[in-house]
């Protein structure tokens, strides 16, 4: 039915307010505590999908990226310390897009075996 539809993109929306009574605003396209998870921009003018949402996945990602220092860092080692520094990584990651084509990009975030679309 359409309430488990609606249900399932609401994710932790409904318990954060449940459990602590914290309304969400808009956070566009990113996933509110989940870092990095976001839309990020191409040389070609499309725009690609990451979600790297575990501290596995992010590693790959910033080996893909070239940014090895950054996956090994104890500053990141854990969403919650990646959500503190979100704004930093979004930026690495969107001029890491920006410099190749959507398929370029698609095509290393496959390789490291990193959610994408």
């Known amino acids: 039915s359409i309430y488990e539809a609606v249900w399932g993109i609401m994710e932790g929306v409904l318990p954060d307010y449940d459990g ?3 309304v969400r605003s ?3 396209s ?3 505590g989940i870092v990095p998870t976001n839309t990020y921009p191409t040389k070609d003018g499309k725009a690609v999908v990451i979600g790297s949402n575990s501290n596995a996945l992010f590693k ?3 080996n893909a990226i070239g940014r090895p220092d950054i996956g090994d860092s104890d500053q ?3 969403n ?3 959500v503190e520094h979100q704004e930093f990584l979004d930026n690495l990651i969107g001029e890491w897009t920006a410099a190749l084509t959507a398929q ?3 095509d290393a975030v496959d390789a490291a075996q990193v ?3």
Do not use: I, W
């Open 20 to 22: 602590a009574g914290l």
């Open 26 to 28: 808009p956070s566009g």
């Open 30 to 32: 990113t996933v509110t």
């Open 60 to 62: 790959r990602l910033m």
């Open 76 to 78: 990141y080692d854990d």
């Open 80 to 82: 919650q310390k990646r």
């Open 104 to 106: 370029e990009v698609l």
């Open 115 to 117: 959610p994408n679309g």
